[in-house]
């Protein structure tokens, strides 16, 4: 199918009940190098999720890469980059249902990052700290349930 925000996708949902949005851009706009999309990009369906991007700018420097809202003001299709990364984000609705997931993101300060998410209304679930397989995390939630890990890698150790 074809949206009209430019992509033609199918989505398929695997046994665990998780879908998977196969995309391809059809758009004649060219991406910025700095906000293409990797291959997978994680994509959130919220309710309120004009009020999740504003959260995601706040604590995680996000940008908006582009965004396309219905006329009722709802927010149909959004990407949010976070460094060299890009967010999926929409409105949950009856096709796109609300999934809490979990999200493991580097940063340059993970202690620094894990506060600015406390003040834009994030709940710690663990205090930043150096982890034994090299990287100092913090977790926190978000008010619909998504958990972030932010870390800050102290040394290489991955054998």
């Known amino acids: 199918m074809v949206e009209n925000y430019g992509d033609r996708f199918g989505l398929v949902e695997d046994p665990a009940g998780n879908g998977w949005c196969i995309a391809t851009y059809l ?25 999740f991007i504003d959260f995601a700018k706040r604590a995680f420097n996000g940008r908006e890469i582009v965004r396309y809202d219905s006329a ?37 300060d993970c202690d620094a990052v894990y506060r600015q998410a406390l003040r834009a209304g994030a709940k710690s679930i663990l ?17 619909w349930g998504n958990q972030w890990f932010i870390a800050t890698p102290f040394r290489a150790n991955y054998t």
């Open 127 to 143: 205090e930043p700290k150096d982890q034994p397989y090299g990287d100092r995390q913090g977790g926190l939630e978000d008010e």
């Open 72 to 108: 009722e003001g709802k927010v149909m299709h959004a990407k949010i980059g976070i460094g060299d990364s890009a967010l999926g984000v929409g409105e949950a609705n009856d096709r796109w249902h609300s999934k809490p997931t979990m999200i493991y993101v580097y940063v340059q």
């Open 27 to 51: 758009g004649r706009e060219p991406i910025v190098a700095q906000d293409r999309l990797n291959t997978i990009t994680i994509s959130f369906a919220l309710p309120d999720a004009a009020r």
